[in-house]
């Protein structure tokens, strides 16, 4: 059973929401709120699987909220549903690290999308897709030495944004894979990230 929150503004979106989630068997709406501080205490109160949230909403958005939220909890699956594609929304929902983003009228993803992010998989609408690589090349006048990167630390971040493992830079580079780890446990640190999703994701961003 899918344990799952909605958080949305609009009383009829959310309560059309729960409807079309439990008409599948295997999900269970356990409550909604109606913005961002009550995704907060909702969120912490019943841990679900799965947080719905809009992002535009009253008193604290969805973007503020899944921030907080994934510092109270890193492994949370959030999924945005929003009718906005703007593109400061999807990179910021890219880089905190939320599980998807998908727009409202596209209903009919709707439920693949909850079933993909409870197993582990990043979902994104296709017209989100299609903008992802242009947003991930935006970087004017940016340098890591604001971060305090390193030449090596840059080296590691490269070829992790490549989709080398541990291992594989470590031999790359002529370390040891508790060398790498290291580096990467410095990076994470200076560059105030999760995981080496977001470096890569960080990477692409400022290139």
Request: net charge negative; with cysteine; glycine share 6%.
């Amino acid at each position: 059973m899918i344990q799952i929150i909605i958080v949305d503004d609009d009383c009829l979106v959310a309560t059309s929401l729960k409807t079309i989630l439990e008409s599948h068997e295997e999900m269970k709406v356990l409550a909604i709120g109606a913005d961002g501080s009550d995704a907060i205490k909702l969120y912490q109160e019943f841990h679900p699987d799965i947080l719905l949230m809009d992002i535009q909403m009253k008193n604290v958005n969805g973007l503020e909220a899944a921030a907080e939220i994934l510092k109270y909890d890193p492994m949370a699956k959030i999924l945005l549903l929003t009718t906005f594609s703007d593109d400061e929304y999807i990179v910021k929902a890219l880089k905190i690290g939320t599980k998807g983003y998908l727009l409202k009228q596209d209903y009919q993803s709707l439920l693949p999308a909850i079933s993909a992010v409870y197993s582990g998989q990043g979902v994104y609408g296709t017209e989100i897709v299609s903008k992802i690589p242009d947003l991930l090349q935006k970087g004017i006048e940016f340098s890591y030495d604001t971060y305090d990167i390193t030449e090596r630390e840059l080296d590691v971040i490269k070829l992790i944004a490549e989709g080398f493992s541990n291992k594989e830079i470590a031999e790359k580079l002529f370390l040891s894979e508790g060398t790498v780890r290291n580096y990467l446990s410095q990076i994470l640190d200076k560059l105030e990230l999760r995981d080496r999703t977001q470096v890569a994701i960080f990477y692409y961003q400022h290139r």
